[in-house]
């Protein structure tokens, strides 16, 4: 675009923090609803019924923490420039 055109408030932080919280957070949330789906119920045993919870919640939280900590490493070492 032209000089005067439209820039994007995103800062390089927020761009490559928001790369690595999906690199992170897809192959964990893919494991375990692999896990999740691949584990039956034995008969005569108690059947983890919460486990989707666990599934969800967990990657989220996790990309979420690298997500910011890549985005506060990023900011910082570009105002150091």
Same mark, same amino acid.
């Given at each position: ?8 408030? %995103?800062?390089?932080? @927020? ?7 999906? +690199?992170?957070?897809?192959?964990? /949330?893919? !494991? *375990?609803?692999? %896990?999740?789906?691949? @584990? ?7 059947? +983890?019924?919460?486990?989707?919870? /666990?599934? !969800? *919640?967990?990657? %989220? ?11 506060? +490493? ?8």
């Amino acid at each position: 675009m032209a000089e005067h055109g439209y820039r994007s408030p %995103a800062t390089i932080g @927020g761009k490559i923090g928001c790369v690595a919280a999906a +690199l992170v957070g897809g192959p964990i /949330f893919a !494991f *375990l609803l692999l %896990a999740a789906a691949l @584990g039956d119920c034995v008969q005569d045993e108690r059947c +983890l019924t919460q486990s989707m919870l /666990f599934v !969800f *919640l967990f990657p %989220a939280v996790i990309a979420v923490i690298v997500g910011l900590a890549v985005r506060w +490493l990023i900011n910082r070492l570009a105002a150091k420039r």
